[in-house]
């Protein structure tokens, strides 16, 4: 048998007082005197009366609720964007909703839909590699609902991003292989519709330019990051006899499984080649060789990326010009890339 919801006239009923009383009291409502609060509480209590906060914020038109989207919460990475923005909601009396798309272009559609349904304050987003169509985000605009992209954007224009700078990330992970004397560099790279990875590209071109050696089309090989990518590539390129150094991977994860593949198969790292990641997943630094990477500062971009959404839900002085925030990224040199 279904347990009965105690509401405010169970309440009205048990003290012999109008609801109307009850609901003000329980909205601490300076018409009813302390000494009735005080007893209406107690009661309430005694009764195991919960208050439903959504339909008394959806009565004011607000849920105090944002959504985030993230790819993949088993990334690290991702994990600890969640995390600042969890320590920042809660102390600006938020709730967050987190969904993740999987990668999955139809999925993040219908998470966006079920956002704007559920009437969230706003929403944080890092697209799914997937992503090239946007309509879905225009539901948002319709519905005044603010929206910042973090680490993965869209390139769209009057966007909020809160993203790396992955050119510098990019540029700084050649160069450094470069430096300890690499001068066939392979890129394994994600899809070049994702500006992060598009960035990336541009950086490690930059790099080479910069340092008089020639860009080989080749060279950039393009996939999802997966694990079995970094495995399966790294198995073509030796089919194949490609002569390489160094390779500069877009993520740590396609690295990891490149780098079992290669050792697996005779290819001592550093020594024949040397290898940088991106994104300094947990697990790079107890692989054995610990893996070169970029760090991405995870948690610090959910606290900035929080902030901004919820100064545009706030808007106390107008509405707000959209923003873009580049963070810096750094290089953590480990040594599967010590020549």
Known sequence: MEKHKITIHDIARALNIDSSTVSRALNNSSRVTEKTKTKILKKAEELGYQRNVLASNLRKSVTNTIGVVVPRISRHFFSSVI??????????????????????????????????????????????????????MQSLKNNDIPLVFFDRHCGIPDTNNVLIDDFKGGFDATQHLID??????????????????????????????????????????????????????????????FSFDGIFFANDVAAIGAMKYL?????????????????????????????????????????????????????????????????????????????
């Open 263 to 339: 050792t697996n198969h005779g290819v001592k790292i550093p020594d024949d080649v040397a290898i940088v990641g991106f994104s300094n997943e947990p697990i790079s630094r107890v692989i054995n060789p610990a893996l070169t990477t970029i760090d991405q500062p995870g948690i610090e971009m959910g606290k900035i990326a929080t902030d901004l959404l919820l100064k545009h839900i706030k808007k106390q002085n107008g509405p707000l010009k959209p923003q873009t925030v580049i963070m810096d990224s750094n290089l953590i040199e480990r040594l599967s890339s010590k020549k």
């Open 180 to 241: 300890e004397g690499c001068r066939n560099i392979i890129h394994f790279s994600g899809p070049q519709v994702l500006e992060i990875y598009k960035n990336r590209l541009k950086g490690y071109k930059e790099a080479l330019k910069m340092n008089d050696l020639p860009f080989k089309a080749e060279n950039v090989i393009s996939s999802r990051l997966m694990e079995h990518d970094g495995k399966e590539n790294a198995k073509r390129l030796l089919d194949a006899g």
């Open 83 to 136: 995390q600042g923005v969890e320590e920042t909601a809660y102390l600006a009396g938020y709730n967050v909703l987190i969904c993740q798309s999987l990668e999955q272009l139809e999925r993040e559609k219908q998470i966006v839909d079920t956002l704007v349904a559920n009437r969230v304050d706003g929403v944080l987003i890092s697209i799914s590699m997937e992503t090239t169509d946007y309509k879905h």
